[in-house]
């Protein structure tokens, strides 16, 4: 069984670079026809593909977010993360860190909440 939990500061700060880990169990993250995505929801809205990372931490971004928006990971921990620079209120989110496999998501975290402080 596949779990993943994402973990980070629920708190950051205009302009302040957002940092989120997402922590990979029951299966390795260098495992082929996987994928591993950054998925938010801001309230209101609905949800927001950020990017993704697989083979050989080939990644690649959504374009509205690409300039400000890192992906990368750690297989020896079997983590990766996500790290947002200049954030602002909008960037306020529950953000998510599911697997796709074969062009569907499989897996669900939890989640974590942000709030952007102006």
């Known amino acids: 069984q596949v779990q993943l939990q994402e973990t980070g500061p629920g708190l950051g700060k205009r302009s302040q670079k957002l940092a989120r880990t997402c922590t990979v169990s029951?299966?390795?993250?260098?495992?082929?026809?996987?994928?591993w995505f950054w998925i938010r929801q801001a309230p209101g809205k609905g949800l927001e593909w950020m990017g993704g990372?697989?083979?050989?931490?080939?990644?690649y971004y959504n374009p509205t977010l690409r300039s400000r928006t890192s992906i990368s990971w750690d297989t020896a921990k079997n983590q990766f993360t996500l790290q947002l620079v200049s954030m602002t209120p909008e960037d306020a989110a529950h953000y998510y860190c599911?697997?796709?496999?074969?062009?569907?998501?499989?897996?669900w975290g939890q989640g974590t909440q942000v709030t952007v402080s102006s």
């Open positions: 990372i697989k083979n050989f931490g080939h990644t």
């Open positions: 599911p697997r796709d496999s074969n062009n569907a998501i499989r897996d």
């Open positions: 029951g299966v390795s993250i260098r495992t082929n026809y996987n994928d």
